[in-house]
Nanobody, 120 residues
């Protein structure tokens, strides 16, 4: 079993910054893609940013130039640096990753989510 735990959410004023971190733990063999999704009240869960095992990144158009995704391979973590935050960035942010346990096939895991609120 693999667990993903997010941290770093909170309340920030428009124009401010936050850094989210997601740490994977448990029976980890290989971590493939790591992703950040977000879900605002009454809306669907959308992909915000992703990073492959090789370090290639992809961003939603709405966050390009403001958010940066990165990985620490030694610590099994993925980070999301969020700058120039806007009220429309308010959502619950979820970590997501494809992970294979030792000797097992890959499986898709989700974290429990962390709230980000951008408001003055």
């Amino acid at each position: 079993q693999v667990q993903l735990v997010e941290s770093g959410g909170g309340l920030v004023q428009p124009g401010g910054s936050l850094r989210l971190t997601c740490t994977a733990s448990g029976n980890i063999g290989v971590i493939y893609d790591m992703n950040w999704y977000r879900q605002a009240p009454g809306k669907q869960r959308d992909l915000v940013a992703s990073i492959t095992a090789g370090g290639a990144t992809n961003y939603a158009n709405s966050v390009k130039g403001r958010f940066t995704i990165s990985r620490d391979y030694a610590k099994n973590t993925v980070n999301l640096q969020m700058n120039s935050l806007k009220p429309e960035d308010t959502a619950v942010y979820y970590c997501n990753a494809d992970v294979s346990g030792r000797g097992m096939n890959p499986y898709n895991y989700w974290g429990q989510g962390t709230q980000v609120t951008v408001s003055s």
